[in-house]
């Protein structure tokens, strides 16, 4: 056969090149922004590189509480994280090998969630946050998001699942294993990829989430990392740098995860889905 010569796709690079200046340019935008002297940002070019660069706006930002409000985000990010992943695994376990109408019906109500959005239940949300008695509390914003994130990490999960030979569950009951033995010495590492993925999905929508926090929270000293953002463009009105070195602070977390599960990012949002 007549080997084929590939063209190479001229627009395609055109448009992949174009597309990745747009994603670059505030990118450094933001970082050389946050180092240039508050003096030198309404004077200078806004896309050079600054001629004397000072961590003065992180310093800044800093002093400004910024460490009580990156504990409040983590705290809530991973409380939501780790009971999300083990209710929805648990969930996913007995979705899969339960075949009663209740297990169905069941995962039937928690594909619903995924199509409510949450501008649409904040007000009852509002209502029984308060009647708990848990207004202005980082449990307010715990309990919502872990309500909000079961039903697409179910969704993940119950996939990978069954794809799980049936053969090893069959073999491991022989040899006299539980129902718990199964579902965390076979399942969890069988999954670990859809686990990793989920973790990673929820976490980001947590760390970024600002209706629950200015909804149900009130006190300063609740705040989370993106509504403290806000708060700080009340308080640095003209000072940019500052501004923009409390994102990069803030974002800073975000790619120390991802650079630790990026491996199994890949392969859990494309695995899992071939049955």
Request: charged letters at 10%; glycine letters at 4%; zero cysteines.
């Amino acid at each position: 056969m007549r080997a084929r010569t590939q063209r190479p796709n001229v627009v395609g690079g055109l448009v992949g090149t174009l597309w990745l200046v747009v994603t670059l340019v505030p990118i450094y935008y933001i970082v050389v922004t946050s180092v240039r002297p508050r003096a030198d940002y309404f004077t200078s070019n806004p896309l050079s590189i600054p001629a004397e660069p000072t961590l003065t706006a992180y310093r800044e930002v800093l002093a400004a509480d910024f460490t009580k409000y990156l504990v409040n985000s983590v705290v809530v990010t991973v409380a939501t994280v780790a009971v999300t992943v083990a209710l929805s695994l648990m969930a996913a376990y007995v979705i899969v090998h339960n075949r009663s109408a209740l297990s169905r019906r069941a995962f039937e109500v928690l594909l619903l969630g995924i199509a409510i959005p949450i501008q649409a239940t904040i007000v009852p949300v509002y209502y029984l946050i308060v009647r708990l008695g848990l207004y202005d509390t980082l449990w307010a914003l715990i309990l919502p998001s872990i309500a909000f994130a079961i039903p697409i990490s179910v969704l993940i999960l119950v996939n990978f699942v069954r794809d799980i030979p049936r053969e090893l569950f069959e073999s491991m009951r022989l040899d006299g294993a539980s129902e718990w033995s199964l579902l965390w010495r076979l399942v969890t590492p069988m999954t670990m990829p859809a686990i990793i993925t989920v973790a990673i999905y929820d976490a980001l929508n947590v760390w970024n989430a600002f209706l629950f926090p200015l909804i149900l929270t009130q006190s300063a000293d609740k705040r989370v990392l993106p509504l403290s953002l806000w708060t700080f463009q009340g308080s640095f009105t003209v000072n940019v740098p500052a501004i923009l070195a409390a994102v990069v602070l803030s974002v800073l977390p975000l790619l120390v995860v991802y650079a630790i599960g990026r491996r199994f990012l890949v392969s859990g949002m494309t695995a899992g889905f071939s049955k």
